[in-house]
Each structure stands twice: as structure tokens, then as C-alpha cells.
């Protein structure tokens, strides 16, 4: 529920206010950061351990000319590797391959594009590079220096010097330090679902957190991790968002189906759009993936709520979303071996006929049904639907 000023008692506006920050969550950098679920791309998946400033300048060069930036990416995310040594002083600094951090996140931020790095709360990243142990402040300052506007913050090797227990106090303290720069920066905890994060990401202060482990560019990893995220809707909205990891769309192991099925899974799931493609390479086909407008405002939904699965049948699903503007998303999922019919009641999704359904995919009006709806689905695919 939105309160507009003006129309709340004081007195309520104040409770709120304590609430937020008994539970550590500040009020104002709650609503300014990752209002809807942050978008853009992250090295890891395509080039590991190979990433370098050069690739990073290319990437973000093509996501601002062609087509993803106006479709709602901004993030350009190294992930790890790209730590070099500290100094006498503790401050860290780059390896070879990155020779001027500030100069790269200039050169994005001129793009109009936002600058996204990478580090542990351990004493290595889980590619053996230096974390910031011990160093939490001294790293947010140095990465606000460089116009850094997001932090993944992966566990890796925090295991090795920290009780489990001690997980949130850990994530909180490289959230204070964070938010002491006074920099806006988007706070994403990877710590693959541990310890349920999803009931206490936000009180230290995640705006997105690892609800998985890795996801991997195969079927049968992205449709267990997809369909696995039942149950968590309730913990994630604006300024805070369950992630079911990177999308892997476009990095070749999946068929044109099974990247349809992920995208519209995570849209419905309002899940952060990272992609982790090679995006100066892409066919035309996954771009259009990527950037259809209709699908990804359903994740960029101002109402920020999770989609639920509704009904299922053996390896049918049907899932829904209800968006801000009293529609509902509706996701018809085939994980069987043929093409089969799937149907969604509208009684299961809150609504009375007659309703207009649009295919969100094929951009195309499908008419006024009554009662049900059924599509043809084909072999781990989906029909993307919005009804109102």
C-alpha cells in the first residue's frame, strides 16, 4: 500500500518510520534504490575469469546503442576477478587488466549507463582474489571514488573466518559502510539462499538477494531454480528483490523455447534482469528476447509483486502476476516432452469474464474469453499472457 503525503496521519507516518529503521532499513535509500528489479549485465557467465576493461568498454558500448539501454538496462557489472593488491595502506587496487577503474566508470557513466562491481565479506573472492575482510570501509570508499553504483557481495570464503550466525551481521556492516559514502549504491548479497535471506535480506540493508545457488546455461538448472522460487512472493517488493541468479539467455546451451521459458519466468517472478551474454555478438533473436517491451514491463511492474503458481498438472504450470494496473500476468508453462494444452481457469486468477487476452510474446491481441483460456504449449516453452 502506497500513503501519499497529505492524506496520512503524522502519527503514522512516524510509526513507519520507526519501523523501518528498528528493522534496519532506511527509509529514504529503500525507495531511491532498486524501486523496480535492477537490470543489466554481469561478466561471469560468458567470460569467467577472462574479463578485462576492454570487454567491459565494449559491453557497455553495445548495451547503450543497441536497444537494451532503451529497453531498461543500465547496470555494467564486473564480477570477480578484476582485484589486484592492496597497498602499504590497505587500499585496493586493480590487477592489469583493469588500469583505470575511475577512468571505466566514467566512461560508462557517460554512456548513461550505471557502473557495478564485485567483492566478498571473506578473505578471497571465490576465484582466490582479495575480498575485503577487514577492509569493508576502506573498499566502499574506494569503490564510491570510481563512481561505483552496485555491489555484489558473494560469501565465497567468508565461511572460513565467520560462524554462520554471524551472516547478517556481516552483510549489515558492509551495508553501514556503504551507505556512510553517501553514494547510492544498488546492495546485492550472494550467499546462495542461506540461512532463508529472504527473511532477513532487507534488515541489513539487500536490495536483492541470492534466494539459489548458480544458476547454469541448461534447462533442467534454470526450470529447477525458476519454478523452485514458490513460496518466497511475500518477502520481495520495491527496494528489495528475491534473485534467482543471471540470465543466461543467449549463451548458446538452451533452445529459442527454453529462453523464452526463462525470461518469462523471471519477469513473472519480478527477478532481476542481469544478462550474461556476450552482448556485442547476440543474434537479433535473443535481443528481441531481451528487449521485448511487453515482457519486460511485466517484470518492471511498478507494483513489484511476485508471480505464485495457480495450478499445476503434472509438468503443466500456470503462474500469475497481478499488476499495478488491475491486469494480470499470466505465465502457461509446458516442462513435459511434447507439446500439450495448458489452460488457465480465470477463477483461479481473481478474475470474471469476459477479459481481453494478449499473447505479450507474439505482441498480438487474442480476443474476449469466458471461464478459461487454453494454449498450446510447446516442449519446455511457455505462452506469456496478460489478461485484464
Not at 578473505?123 to 575482510?133: D, L, M, N
Not at 529462453?259 to 535473443?286: F, V
Not at 503443466?316 to 505465465?331: C, E, I, M, S, T
Request: hydrophobic share 35%.
Amino acid at each position: 500500500m502506497k500513503l501519499r503525503p497529505g492524506l496520512v496521519p503524522g502519527g503514522v507516518c512516524t510509526a513507519i518510520l520507526v519501523l523501518f529503521l528498528a528493522c534496519g532499513i532506511p527509509a529514504a535509500r529503500g525507495q531511491e534504490i532498486a524501486a523496480t528489479p535492477p537490470m543489466g549485465w554481469n561478466s561471469w557467465n560468458h567470460y569467467g575469469c577472462k574479463v578485462s576493461q576492454a570487454i567491459v568498454r565494449e559491453q557497455a558500448r553495445a548495451m547503450a546503442t543497441n536497444g537494451m539501454k532503451a529497453a531498461g538496462y543500465e547496470y555494467v557489472n564486473i564480477d570477480d576477478c578484476w582485484q589486484g593488491k592492496r597497498d602499504a595502506n590497505g587500499v585496493i587496487h586493480p590487477n592489469s587488466r583493469f588500469p583505470d577503474m575511475k577512468a571505466l566508470g566514467d566512461y560508462i557513466h557517460s554512456l548513461g549507463l550505471k557502473f557495478g562491481i564485485y567483492s566478498s565479506p571473506g578473505p578471497k573472492t571465490c576465484a582466490g582474489y582479495a575480498g575485503s575482510y577487514q577492509h569493508e570501509k576502506q573498499d566502499a570508499e574506494t569503490y564510491a571514488s570510481w563512481g561505483v553504483d552496485y555491489l555484489k557481495y558473494d560469501w565465497c570464503s567468508a565461511r572460513q573466518v565467520y560462524k554462520p550466525s554471524e551472516m547478517p551481521a556481516v552483510y549489515k556492516k558492509m551495508h553501514e559502510a556503504l551507505v556512510a559514502t553517501r553514494r547510492p549504491i544498488v546492495y546485492s548479497l550472494c550467499q546462495y539462499g542461506m540461512d532463508r535471506v529472504w527473511r532477513w535480506g532487507a534488515s541489513v540493508g539487500g536490495n536483492l538477494w541470492r534466494t539459489t545457488d548458480d544458476i547454469q546455461d541448461n534447462y533442467t538448472r534454470m526450470a529447477f531454480i525458476g519454478f523452485g522460487q514458490e513460496g518466497l512472493g511475500k518477502f520481495a517488493g520495491p527496494g528489495h528483490w528475491n534473485d534467482p541468479d543471471m540470465l543466461e539467455v543467449g549463451n548458446g546451451h538452451m533452445k529459442p523455447d527454453e529462453y523464452l521459458t526463462h525470461m518469462s519466468l523471471w519477469c513473472l517472478l519480478s527477478a532481476p534482469l542481469i544478462s550474461g551474454n556476450d552482448l556485442t555478438t547476440m543474434s537479433p533473436e535473443t535481443l528481441a528476447i531481451l528487449t521485448n517491451p511487453e515482457v519486460v514491463a511485466v517484470d518492471q511492474d511498478p507494483a513489484g509483486t511476485e508471480a505464485h503458481r495457480v495450478s499445476e498438472e503434472g509438468p503443466l504450470q500456470v503462474w500469475v502476476k497481478p499488476l499495478a494496473d488491475g491486469g494480470k500476468a499470466v505465465g502457461l508453462f509446458n516442462q513435459g516432452e511434447s507439446t500439450m494444452p495448458v489452460t488457465v481457469h480465470l477463477s483461479d486468477i481473481g478474475l470474471n469474464g469476459p477479459v481481453s487476452i494478449r499473447d505479450l510474446w507474439a505482441r498480438k491481441d487474442l480476443g474476449s474469453f469466458n471461464g478459461s483460456y487454453t494454449a498450446q504449449v510447446p516442449r519446455h516453452g511457455v505462452v506469456l499472457l496478460k489478461i485484464k
